[in-house]
């Protein structure tokens, strides 16, 4: 079974600063996606950016960009020129590559706050 | 394109009663699933399905049935509400395994006393 870690319950950055959530997780799987969804106060559930564990570039979205170290099972978001609508939980998830469905396993979130 | 649509977004039960959440999607996914989400706690994994006809069991599934008769819609059923099933329940679909990410419902917000 996976297991997905986030050990900071809860983050602050002021604005237009940078912050890095951190997420390990722990698999017996050699190929397997990474995610970073990001759920604020409306309760969505955003995919913010994804990762295929076969590829050893980092992935970005815009201010959004991954640190991925497949060996050490890290991957972590970093937030740069943070905004106010940054405010949020961010889920780190894992999920499996091969098998029968999309199944995601979720970290238990670290709740960021934005400050001006 | 509505997308993940989820009825209803708040609802509240007395213990022992019975209750269908609704998941309706138009995109055409194969791949749809359900998820709880509890204060402290990430989003576990319900019950999903693979297509219309087909579903399984995911991490949390004791309490819940579901069905799949069409590709659109995946209702999770409560047959006898408890306290414990107190969550906010999201549905989500995708195109297909692994490679897509899962596009989320608002989700709905379900208190059992």
């Known amino acids: 079974a996976q297991t997905v870690t986030q050990s900071q319950p809860e983050m602050s950055v002021q604005e237009a600063e940078t912050v890095t959530l951190s997420c390990t997780y722990d698999?017996?799987?050699?190929?397997?996606?990474l995610f970073w969804y990001k759920q604020p106060p409306s309760r969505q559930m955003i995919l913010v950016i994804r990762?295929?564990?076969?590829?050893?570039q980092n992935a970005t979205e815009n201010r959004f960009s991954v640190n991925f170290q497949k060996a050490a099972k890290s991957f972590s978001l970093k937030i740069s020129d943070s905004q106010l609508g940054d405010t949020a939980m961010y889920f780190c998830?894992?999920?499996?590559?091969?098998?029968?469905?999309?199944?995601?396993?979720f970290g238990t979130g670290t709740r960021l706050q934005v400050t001006l | 394109n509505a997308g993940v649509t989820q009825t209803p977004k708040f609802q509240v039960l007395k213990t022992g009663q019975s209750m269908t959440l609704q998941c309706a999607q138009d995109m055409n996914h194969e791949y749809m699933s359900w998820y709880r989400q509890d204060p402290g706690m990430g989003l576990r994994l319900i019950h999903y399905s693979v297509g219309a006809g087909i579903t399984d069991q995911g991490e949390v599934p004791n309490g819940y049935n579901v069905s799949r008769s069409t590709t659109e819609d995946f209702p999770l059923r409560l047959l006898s509400a408890a306290p414990s099933q107190t969550s906010v329940y999201f549905c989500a679909s995708s195109r297909k395994q692994g490679i897509q990410p899962q596009h989320f419902g608002d989700g709905t917000r379900l208190s059992i006393l």
């Open positions: 998830a894992f999920m499996k590559s091969t098998g029968t469905a999309s199944k995601l396993t």
């Open positions: 990762q295929e564990a076969y590829k050893q």
């Open positions: 698999t017996s799987e050699s190929n397997y996606y």
